[in-house]
């Protein structure tokens, strides 16, 4: 079982960054690819950016290519967005999420990769 704690939102103006972190409550992160997802009012949840075991494979949706940063520390068990150059759009409820292994057969860029969530943490950006 994982659990996993974001932090990091807040409200902030068109052009600022923001860093969402992610604290995952488990023995080790080292085997789960990690993910960052977002939904905004009245839309489904969709993918922004994930990172694989290791670091070194990471996707991003491409509004956010350029922008947005995902890293990742095993040893501390931490999962880390910088996001950059803010827009209104960005504005959402932002959700890490932690895939199996198991769950290998589906891409790192949808919801059924994943087997745990937070609760989310609120990013608004103003224009």
């Known amino acids: 079982q994982v659990q996993l704690l974001e932090s990091g939102g807040g409200s902030v103006q068109a052009g600022d960054s923001l860093r969402v972190s992610c604290a995952a409550s488990?023995?080790?992160?080292?085997?789960?690819?990690m993910g960052w997802f977002r939904q905004a009012p009245g839309q489904e949840r969709e993918f922004v950016a994930s990172?694989?075991?290791?670091?070194?494979?990471?996707q991003y949706r491409d509004s956010v290519k350029g922008r947005f940063t995902i890293s990742r520390d095993n040893s501390k068990k931490m999962v880390y967005m910088q996001m950059n150059n803010l827009k209104p759009e960005d504005t959402a409820v932002y959700y890490c999420a932690a895939g199996e292994f198991v769950k290998a057969r589906y891409s790192n860029t949808v919801e059924d990769r994943y087997s745990y969530w937070g609760q989310g943490t609120q990013v608004s950006v103003s224009s």
């Open positions: 488990t023995r080790s992160i080292m085997s789960y690819v």
């Open positions: 990172i694989g075991a290791s670091g070194t494979n990471t």
